[in-house]
């Protein structure tokens, strides 16, 4: 009949059976791992399974240390048992978690059905306060601290090259067609070099005739440097246009005139 109380949690997990079996064995280490394999932990590689068989362990050892009976061993394992479970699922504080389990420890400490049971002696009650406040409640904040839920952030930085567009200028500053053109006739009169001096046969008097294709051969090659040089500026001077006006009918004129130019200076030279 003490077993039906609806509230009870005598034999919940551990049997009559089962505890005679446990006291049967002779060394700690077979007990801790019956323990581990009832309750499937694996107290060699995971922390919170190696916390949980000493815990149980140690409540064992209490029951059976005090000679208790079976019963009560039983009923104070599971105590035990729900307190931790409640506490760590809930994350209840220190103060909350040792209310309930003095609470869940008095229903099972006075005969008062249906509300509570007297598994437990009143001097039975006493040593089992005493001994979870000075093992499992001095020791809550580390079986919280194994409990708690690590939060890992996976953190990766990229590198993005964004380009600047050109500032282009605005409408106020443009320029007309024909300002365009002025300053591109300007910029060609500035380097157009002096017409090329003609050799003629007075300009090789005197020169011995073994060396005069010498000599109107360096002229030429002269004159070839002055016209590539001439060249080279018109060009820069057209590119330094074409950055400030744009425009592809402007451009067109602008290299018609440049091939102009060139047409000029190779019939000068």
Not at 91 to 105: I, S
Not at 128 to 148: D, G, I, N, P
Request: net charge negative.
């Amino acid at each position: 009949r003490v077993a039906a109380m609806a509230k009870s949690l005598l034999w919940k997990h551990f049997s009559q059976d089962e505890v005679g079996e446990y006291e049967s064995l002779a060394l700690a280490e077979d007990r801790q791992a019956q323990i581990a394999t009832k309750f499937e932990l694996d107290q060699e590689n995971d922390r919170r399974s190696k916390a949980l068989v000493g815990l149980y362990f140690h409540t064992m050892q209490f029951g059976l240390d005090n000679g208790w009976t079976h019963d009560k061993v039983s009923a104070f394992f599971s105590i035990v048992f729900q307190t931790h479970q409640d506490a760590m699922n809930n994350f209840w504080p220190v103060e909350y978690a040792f209310k309930e389990f003095k609470q869940t420890l008095l229903r099972h400490s006075v005969q008062r059905p249906p509300w509570s049971v007297g598994i437990l002696s009143l001097r039975d009650a006493q040593l089992a306060v005493e001994f979870m406040t000075e093992s499992y409640f001095r020791h809550y904040m580390l079986y919280k601290y194994a409990y708690t839920k690590r939060t890992t952030l996976d953190l990766s930085t990229s590198h993005s090259i964004t380009e600047t567009p050109p500032v282009f200028p605005g409408l106020s500053e443009a320029k007309t067609e024909e300002e365009v053109m002025k300053e591109l006739e300007e910029a060609q009169a500035a380097v157009e070099p002096a017409p090329p001096m003609e050799i003629s046969s007075e300009d090789l008097e005197g020169v011995p005739d073994e060396f005069k294709q010498t000599v109107v051969d360096r002229v030429n090659e002269e004159v070839s440097k002055i016209r590539e040089a001439m060249e080279a500026k018109l060009k820069a001077k057209e590119e330094e246009l074409m950055k400030k006006i744009g425009g592809d009918a402007t451009r067109h004129k602008i290299d018609k005139n440049f091939r102009g130019c060139a047409a000029i200076s190779n019939k000068l030279f």
